[in-house]
């Protein structure tokens, strides 16, 4: 007779509690471990998996979990191992995969269709790599940007990273966690994890739990509505209290209140860190135990928890049913995948960088470019131009255009790895376009992003000098920017400001391209360069985009998601900050951002009239619609981001002076006007108020529309909640 756990037709929950009940202590302490495979030797992998029974691996690649699961199935129970990556723009730590934009990036196309299929595409490709599950997406808020992982957030408002967590949650997961080509998604890092003090990587979060539920729960909260099938515990305390030893955030919140039926994994030796960083635990024995009580599922890269963990439950200090209900989350999910019949590891290597998958980045590609300045139509560039002066450090460098989360820098570092795809720097890209065009292009690197080295500055401007139009391409550089790479000084390095101006100089038109990890502080080139566009981390196909946008065979329509400040110390810019400030600056900068969120310009132009609610006094339970003419009254047809607002005018607590609340991106004729009608649940007007509580007070409310968030771009409409 088949043993139950084997049998696919039975329920799950059947399945989970008959192999459960087969298991011994060490094989579910087993199943908890997530093992990294770059830091340990083939032959501790093997035992690993032989003598331990280990759950999860992460940072394998193609033959080597195959071989690792064959020695798997060769086990007593013959439980399957889920292989898990870090696929954060693509799978791109393989090389050979498609690379798409940073989630930065992706983000100021505000197209969830296309973030959801840009994950569709990851979780084909990670499938066909035979691995199971993307450490993605990252639902911090990128408030603080000296943080050095700004470039993995969707941005900084908590409502956009909800809506972009549950597209590529969508994407990843597929219609069914059974089918062939879906992966695991993970939500992470729960919870404020971005907002550590001073913006230092893992580092203390000094916030209050009620500012905690309400700034920063909000996109985890989505993405489990979206079904999201893990989380990840931020590196972080809060307050003092490590995530990963905190009872009220994984048990209390998110299991119990949010109802997540997933599991939670650790991030990187969390539970190690309780002991050598955090110094709130004193030997692994301690550690192991909160960790298990706070309501960790697995514990990734923390090795010696294994027998720790054993031992706490053989001598009775933890209950063996937080084990099991730890093991049930993660069997539970291993048979939703079909990993005990089928979920092959068959290499589909075809499905790499496939046209499909090609078409579909470059569509983001485009949609994700955002034009911040346009000086008397610098852009596009018209036929009078024929020659280009193409200068700058990140003109040719595709490892600067990636980012971070690629085969350049993870699991081992490879700076020197040649891309099997093909790529388009911003210099291969405008190179091709503009020999179609019969344009000649000259090039010249002109400095370092690192070195502020000026030999090479004259070369560059006589370059420059016999062109008719100079492109700068400037901005970051790999090593400014990711876990540990926090950043005091927002200016751009090295000797780049000092081409710039040399450049300006020539007195060419100055179109500045910024192909950077994070916003910059750059009120310099938004002060005196002709043109400027901000590309971020945009991929493998980010030259060729940025070639159509400056030829105008694409419109851009990307608007930013976070805003740019104009000193690091005039931080934080962002645009939903409470009132309240005496004098609302500090006394030696602007008011406002350089740039704020929200913004982006079109090579045509929207006006906005007639903005109407479909009612005006409503109850906390409605939905209502916000009508607002939009006509492109320009000479090009475009796409527009049209955005809604809300301010709670007075409530009892201190609330953010806008939010936002809905948006809509609409293809406008020229000429032509729309109305765009954008639903707004009342629910969604809810504050966390000093008791913790969920409620929409009753008031009146300021609902404000247009195409970005600043104050005088916005139509205004008052609405009573009663």
């Known amino acids: 007779m088949q043993e139950i756990y084997k049998d696919f037709s039975r329920p799950v929950s059947e399945r989970v509690q008959d192999i459960l009940s087969k298991m011994t202590i060490e094989e579910k302490i087993g199943q908890m471990m997530q093992i990294s495979f770059a830091n340990v030797s083939r032959e501790e992998a093997e035992e690993w998996v032989t003598k331990r029974f280990a759950g999860s691996f992460l940072h394998t690649l193609g033959e080597d979990s195959r071989w690792l699961q064959d020695l798997a199935s060769q086990t007593r129970l013959s439980i399957p191992i889920i292989f898990g990556i870090d696929a954060i723009h693509g799978h791109a730590l393989y090389n050979g995969a498609t690379v798409f934009p940073s989630q930065l990036a992706m983000s100021c196309s505000w197209n969830e269709k296309l973030v959801e299929e840009a994950g569709r595409v990851t979780a084909r490709e990670v499938a066909a790599d035979g691995l199971h599950w993307t450490f993605s997406p990252v639902l911090c808020i990128g408030r603080d940007l000296r943080w050095g992982r700004i470039n993995e957030t969707f941005g900084e408002d908590p409502y956009l990273i909800g809506i972009f967590a549950a597209a590529i949650i969508r994407g990843y997961q597929g219609k069914s966690l059974s089918d062939s080509d879906s992966i695991l998604a993970c939500a992470k890092h729960y919870l404020g994890y971005g907002e550590s003090t001073g913006g230092r990587d893992s580092y203390d979060t000094q916030a209050s739990i009620r500012k905690v539920r309400e700034v920063f729960l909000p996109p985890f909260r989505e993405a489990v509505k979206a079904g999201c099938a893990t989380f990840m515990a931020g590196y972080q305390s809060i307050d003092g209290t490590p995530v990963s030893a905190s009872k009220k955030l994984l048990r209390d919140i998110l299991k119990e209140e949010l109802g997540f039926k997933g599991f939670v994994v650790t991030d990187w030796n969390n539970t190690g860190s309780l002991i050598i960083n955090q110094k709130v635990c004193g030997n692994m024995a301690d550690a192991s135990r909160k960790a298990i009580e706070a309501g960790n599922d697995m514990i990734m890269s923390t090795n010696e928890f294994y027998d720790a963990a054993v031992e706490l439950v053989k001598t009775g200090v933890v209950s063996e049913a937080l084990v099991d209900e730890a093991v049930r989350r993660i069997l539970s999910i291993k048979f939703a995948m079909g990993l005990f019949e089928k979920k092959n590891t068959t290499s589909k290597s075809h499905a790499f960088a496939c046209p499909e998958h090609i078409e579909t980045n470059l569509k983001l590609t485009r949609e994700s470019i955002v034009l911040l300045k346009n000086e008397n139509n610098t852009l596009p560039l018209g036929s009078n131009v024929k020659n280009i002066a193409v200068i700058g450090p990140n003109a040719d460098c595709i490892k600067a255009q990636f980012g971070d989360w690629t085969f350049f820098s993870h699991p081992v570092p490879n700076p020197d790895a040649i891309p099997k795809i093909p790529v388009h720097t911003m210099l291969k890209g405008i190179e091709e376009l503009s020999s179609s065009k019969g344009i000649h292009v000259f090039y010249h690197k002109g400095c370092d992003i690192m070195n502020a080295a000026e030999e090479s500055i004259a070369e560059a401007v006589n370059c420059a000098s016999a062109a008719d139009v100079v492109i700068a391409v400037v901005g970051d550089c790999l090593d400014q920017n990711g876990e540990g790479k926090d950043r005091a000084d927002l200016n751009i390095s090295?000797?780049?400001?000092?081409?710039?101006?040399?450049?300006?100089?020539?007195?060419?038109?100055?179109?500045?391209?910024?192909?950077?990890?994070?916003?910059?502080?750059?009120?310099?080139?938004?002060?005196?360069?002709?043109?400027?566009?901000?590309?971020?981390?945009?991929?493998?196909?980010?030259?060729?985009?940025?070639?159509?946008?400056?030829?105008?065979?694409?419109?851009?329509?990307?608007?930013?998601?976070?805003?740019?400040?104009?000193?690091?110390?005039?931080?934080?810019?962002?645009?939903?900050?409470?009132?309240?400030?005496?004098?609302?600056?500090?006394?030696?900068?602007?008011?406002?951002?350089?740039?704020?969120?929200?913004?982006?310009?079109?090579?045509?132009?929207?006006?906005?009239?007639?903005?109407?609610?479909?009612?005006?006094?409503?109850?906390?339970?409605?939905?209502?619609?916000?009508?607002?003419?939009?006509?492109?009254?320009?000479?090009?047809?475009?796409?527009?981001?049209?955005?809604?607002?809300?301010n709670d005018v007075v409530s009892s607590v201190v609330t953010p002076i806008k939010e936002l609340k809905g948006f809509k991106k609409v293809e406008i004729k020229a000429g032509e006007t729309k109305t765009v009608q954008i639903p707004l649940e009342i629910s969604q007007l809810a504050i966390c108020n000093e008791n913790e509580q969920y409620v929409v007070e009753p008031g009146e409310f300021l609902i404000m529309v247009g195409p970005d968030s600043r104050d005088e771009m916005l139509l205004k409409a008052s609405l009573t909640v009663e």
């Open 494 to 646: 090295g000797a780049q400001q000092k081409l710039l101006e040399k450049l300006r100089s020539c007195g060419k038109p100055l179109i500045v391209v910024l192909v950077n990890g994070k916003p910059l502080s750059v009120p310099w080139i938004a002060q005196n360069a002709d043109a400027v566009i901000e590309t971020f981390n945009s991929g493998m196909l980010g030259g060729k985009a940025l070639a159509e946008v400056l030829f105008g065979e694409v419109n851009p329509s990307g608007k930013l998601t976070i805003s740019f400040p104009y000193h690091s110390g005039q931080l934080p810019v962002y645009y939903n900050l409470l009132p309240g400030w005496h004098g609302n600056k500090y006394m030696d900068m602007p008011e406002k951002p350089l740039y704020p969120f929200g913004y982006g310009l079109s090579y045509t132009s929207f006006k906005y009239s007639n903005l109407i609610l479909s009612k005006t006094r409503c109850s906390a339970s409605d939905t209502i619609v916000a009508s607002v003419d939009v006509t492109n009254i320009g000479k090009l047809d475009g796409k527009e981001i049209v955005q809604l607002y809300a």
